[in-house]
């Protein structure tokens, strides 16, 4: 024990110690057993006040020197009494092995961690970098083996549109007047069914014609988005089996996927957008909501739709049957579609947010700025 002191013994028995002051303690410090009075052993064999002990003081040095000494070269009281030698070191060496041992786990967890921390977020930057916001362009990609088939995405079934009545020709409208002639001298009092009456106007959503060309504005009106809008074409990144076509951006402005739909045509119109770089037009696209409005213009001809979903998609670490269906969410549809899509987490953008809109339904009220 460290409180008390290793050269303190039973008289015929050095290797035993008792924890109360007794006649039977001897001191060992000198090469044969000497008595020591209990007051003694109270105040100072017994506690760590041993160090200041002068016996002890007065043969510490030879017994340090002897101790040092290698295995069967000990003299005096170490080669007498070698429990005396473990004595002393067993304590300090013990000590000294669980601190360090203790120390050396802790540390190398925090180094493990900082590495692969560091690795994470190197990663994450380089495919970045590298890929850009958008999602691979190629249309082809290879599955993992054994995956089962993807199952086609849902559709959207379009709502009926209604089509304005026929207005009567300006020369059926003179036909029905009636005949003055027929009325003379007479005046017909005008009768409550003949009082056109004013009713304040609906604001709906007008006929959608089909675009002829790609979009040039994209407004969201609830997270104050009005940006310009341009196509973009894909890229090529990396070399020889490694070469992957992914969709360029714009530092400034939505990036229209050239190869998507027109807006008021069937299929899916694809914009990208950065989100923490460059200009960031995308920076608060997801505050987004299901239900909010989304304003595409093309020139001045106004293609309004309804926020029908928002998805969080894997990119950097997804597998092969992941990014099939991820280059599924901005392929060809059978219905009109909007797509926006940028990076997420900011900084990281290990992950994809798209924003999936359906055309606004005829007399579906929308706020068109």
Known sequence: ?????????????????????????????????????????????LTSSYRRCPRFLSVATRHE??????????????????????????????????????????????????????????????????????????????????????????????LPTRTPAALPSPAAEVAA????????????EPTAAAIPTTQSPTPTTPARLPAASPPTRLVIPA?????????VQSVEIGEGSSARAVWGALPDAGGFHYTSAYPGNPG??????????????????????????????????AYPYVTAEVLVVPETFASAKQRAKNLQLIGTMPEERLTLITCTPVGLATHRLLVIAR???????????
Request: proline share 9%; net charge neutral; aromatic share 6%.
């Open 65 to 158: 020197q002897q101790m040092s000494q290698p295995p069967g070269q000990e003299k005096g009281i170490s080669a007498r009494y070698p429990h005396l030698r473990a004595a002393r070191a067993r304590p300090r060496t013990r000590a000294r092995r669980g601190s360090l041992t203790l120390t050396e786990f802790m540390v190398g967890v925090l180094i493990l961690g900082i590495v692969l921390s560091f690795a994470f977020v190197g990663y994450a930057a380089f495919y970045r970098v590298r890929v850009g916001p958008g999602l691979a362009a190629a249309p082809a990609v290879v599955q993992e083996e054994g995956a089962a088939t993807l199952e086609p995405l849902p559709t959207w079934t379009p």
């Open 268 to 301: 899916n119109t694809v914009i990208n957008g950065h989100r923490d770089i460059h200009a960031a037009v995308f920076r608060n696209l997801d505050q987004v909501e299901v239900g909010d409005s989304i304003v595409l213009y093309v020139g001045e001809v």
């Open 177 to 188: 007047l009636p005949d003055p002639s027929a009325t003379a001298g007479s005046v017909n």
């Open 223 to 231: 997270i104050d988005l009005d940006i310009p809008v341009a196509p």
């Open 359 to 369: 055309p606004a339904a005829a007399g579906e009220p929308v706020a068109i700025p």
């Open 1 to 45: 024990m460290a409180g008390l002191c290793p050269y303190l013994g039973l008289d015929g028995n050095p290797n035993d110690v008792q924890l109360v002051a007794t006649a039977k303690h001897r001191c060992y410090v000198r090469r044969k057993p000497e008595r020591v009075g209990n007051e003694h052993q109270v105040a100072v064999c």
